[in-house]
């Protein structure tokens, strides 16, 4: 995966785009007409009001070009680089109707995935220089998935499955049904496509040794213990690649990636990462006492 990572596919997205949009406006904004008139221009900016990794201009100016294709764009800054509070991401002109009438969701797209983004990558600072990589989850906002993962893989993190049709993770519940790690393992391997790779969630250092005996060689350690960590990766040194899940936070992360593991996959990158504060504001408008809006 490049960095920054290519946009997602437009039709993955844009039908969300077109939801927000109409969610919105409705029947039309009932606001801005009586005070601007028809054919206002003017021009604003978007800004930061904290420190953040920028995610989502390009979603941001979807929004702005579906409500007006004649507002004039044009980002200051790429998604993936760091800004401070009071830093212009991006500058709008045009039809003042159509950039008000615009603005409170194309921020809400901005806003949450510059906030995934800037959470992701506290993440990724935190284990830098031990050559373990953060991976984000399925645990997605219903509908945003490919802006979601999108977003992570701004701050830094590498993505896991899309869904469950391009990967092959057993997890506890396949386990139990199978009758236990090694007849999950064997049945999977026996009929998994050869384009997927089939990892499962082992419990204990003994699911572990018994997973890896029965053919996988791709592991989710589950809600483990460092001590636990410590000894799966010792004892399975170059025969699976480890990735730890469950209980993972900024406290702790650093920790385990030193346990000798190779991942650390993260729900809380798309599930709790906190909204970044970012904002529109008009500017260089002419005022014209006496003008009513037509």
Known sequence: MGFPPALPPERTWFPLVELAVSEDIGAGD???PLIVEAGRQGSAIIEAR?????????IAFAVL???DSQIQLRAKIRDGERSEPGDILATAQG???GILAAERTALNFL?????????????VDAVAGTGVRIVDTRKTLPGWRSLDKYATGVGGASNHRVGLYDGILLKDNHVAIAGGVGLAVKAALAAAPANLRVSVEVESEAQAVEAVESGADYLLLDNRTL??????AARLAG??????TGSVHLGNVREIAETGVHRISIGALTHSAPAADVALEI????VEPGRVPA
Not at 50 to 58: A, T
Not at 227 to 232: F, L, N, Q
């Open 30 to 32: 009932a606001t801005t």
């Open 50 to 58: 904290q420190p953040l990794v920028v995610c989502g201009l390009e």
């Open 65 to 67: 070009r579906a409500i």
């Open 95 to 97: 039809d003042l109707r």
């Open 111 to 123: 806003m949450r995935m510059c906030g995934v983004a800037s959470w992701t990558r506290r993440f």
């Open 227 to 232: 001590p636990e960590m410590r000894a799966i």
């Open 239 to 244: 025969r699976a690649q480890l990735e730890v």
């Open 283 to 286: 500017e260089d408008v002419a």
